[in-house]
């Protein structure tokens, strides 16, 4: 156990609280971890609630954080910094973690992104291919230009006044030439059933 700390200004010599977690780190010394505790626990409490923290989750991050203090204080290096440095990092990743933590959406099962899509039934898939089939059967039975339109409309998803203006055709022209051929495909489908 080092020895007693030197106080002046009211303040703790550093040197003491890094041969505190030295003699943790080195030792697992109970009494020097729970002399650490006593100094830093409120410390580190009112650091968290400065930085937003509520006074609850101040204290569990206080727990948090010092269990991993206990825990990883072997790897704990005097040259490299401070005692007061080292747990108050300590803290603030473990504020950072809670803060990740709570800004992580939770998860839903019935989220359309998370549900598979379902599998088509095999017997809807081959009416889905007989119906295309018989879809291309009867496109093949009209007339050129009112294939061209028909694809332009319903495949390319076209509105009527594009397809005039592409065209060059009259809107009056492009609707009835549309609706001709549309009676025709229903009429050519209704043969195949």
Known sequence: MPAMPKVS????????????????GQNRDRMAFAELFSYFGPRVKAYLM???????????????????????????????????TWIFTI???????????????????????????????????VEAAQQSERLSVAMKSLSKEQAELVRMAYFEDKAHAA??????????????????????LRKALKEYQ
């Open 9 to 24: 200004n009211g303040k703790v010599d550093p040197r003491y609280l890094a041969d505190l977690l030295v003699s943790v």
């Open 50 to 84: 400065r930085q937003g923290a509520s006074e609850a989750q101040a204290e569990e991050l206080v727990q948090e954080a010092m269990i991993m203090v206990w825990r990883r204080a072997e790897s704990f290096d005097v040259s490299k910094s401070g005692a007061s």
């Open 91 to 125: 803290a603030r990743n473990k504020r950072i973690d809670a803060l990740r933590r709570e800004r992580r959406p939770e998860y839903d099962p019935d989220d359309p992104a998370l549900v598979p899509t379902p599998v088509e039934e095999a017997d809807s898939l």
């Open 163 to 184: 397809i005039a203006e592409e065209t060059e055709l009259p809107l009056g022209t492009v609707k009835s030439r549309l609706r001709l051929a549309l009676g025709h």
